[in-house]
């Protein structure tokens, strides 16, 4: 088995956007956290024709009985890529792999490692939001990707699904998969190395970017994960978006933010404000998060939404 140095590969290029608004594409970085524990960093912007859909942050776990993978990214070639990014730190296959929730790079790499005859988990109602959303995801991913890109990529769905907590023991390392509440997408979990004290949130958790409130997220109950996170006191925190971090970056690129939000939202409201106008309220204290500009309106009309049904 071979292991890389910190950061043992920088691959692809910095590209435009396919969206005109998002920040620009950067290179998907392979960043080794420990002995075995692996983070693929990918770019804080839209997904593109260079970025295969990858456009989040993916994790691995060397064992040796396998390779479990945390997210097989958002197409079949975006799968490959990963896939060799994993064969330049060991020869052991993937054996295992672990979707976190129902957005696109969580889940459309799935049929390249099953073909290679991998084992695939998600929580169910992440399997339920896949197959709600597919025709859609699907469509956009043509759009940002073009045919060549989303070339080979068909869904896939998990051979094993949980409701609430399963745990893992795999190549002698111990896996805890939990839900703990509608976050981005209705079935967003996380993953626990109780050992290592490493936890990787997949959408759950943004940090250095701001974080879409989209159609299907729930901010009331992704705000309520927060108490369950910080309680496990993370060493490591794995993003689904951003750099390997610390539980005090999520809390503010995150939780604080979301909380901001909705405090700014239900006041304006309270005030008698329209949701024509809602775009414009001052959320100028996060406006150090990448694609700022581009998300701040829509995600304080999201919410505005949400707001008004509870």
């Known amino acids: 088995m071979k292991h890389s140095a910190p950061v043992v590969r920088f691959l692809s290029v910095v590209a435009l956007l396919a969206c005109a608004g998002l920040s620009q594409a950067g290179a998907l970085d392979l960043q080794k956290i420990e002995d075995g ?9 839209n997904r593109s024709p260079e970025n295969l859909g990858n456009n989040a942050t993916f994790g691995f776990v060397v064992t040796d009985e396998g390779v479990v993978l945390i997210d097989p990214g958002g197409s079949y070639k975006g799968a490959a890529q990963l896939h ?6 060991t020869d052991q296959p993937v054996k295992l792999v672990i979707n976190t929730g129902g957005q696109d790079h969580r889940w459309l790499g799935n049929g390249y490692f099953a073909q290679r005859g991998a084992r695939i ?12 959303r597919v025709a859609d995801q699907l469509f956009i991913l043509g759009t940002l990707l073009g045919e060549h890109g989303l070339e080979g ?14 745990t893992l023991s795999f190549g002698g390392v111990r896996f805890e998969l939990h839900y703990s509440g509608h976050a981005h997408t209705p079935g967003d979990s996380f993953i626990w190395l109780p050992k290592r004290k490493i936890l990787f949130t997949g959408d759950i958790v943004y940090v ?18 927060w108490p369950i996170l910080s309680a496990l006191g993370p060493r490591i925190l794995v993003p689904g978006h951003g750099p390997v971090t610390s539980i005090e970056e ?3 690129d995150t939780f604080d933010y979301l909380a901001f939000l909705r405090e700014r939202v239900a006041q ?20 150090y998060l990448q694609n700022y500009d581009a998300l701040k309106g829509r995600n304080a009309q999201r919410v505005y939404e949400e707001l008004e049904w509870e």
Do not use: C, H
């Open 208 to 225: 250095q970017r701001m974080l879409g409130v989209i159609e299907v997220s729930g901010s009331a109950t992704w705000l309520g994960v």
């Open 84 to 89: 060799a990014l994993i064969q330049s730190v």
């Open 37 to 45: 524990v692996y983070a693929v960093i990918g770019p804080l912007g």
């Open 153 to 166: 990529t068909e869904p896939v769905y998990a051979d094993q699904t949980f409701d609430q907590s399963t």
């Open 121 to 132: 988990i998600a929580n169910e109602r992440a399997v339920a939001d896949q197959r709600a």
């Open 268 to 287: 304006y409201m309270d005030a008698g404000g329209g949701i024509e106008g809602v775009g414009k309220l001052d959320q100028s204290r996060f406006s």
């Open 250 to 252: 999520a809390r503010a």
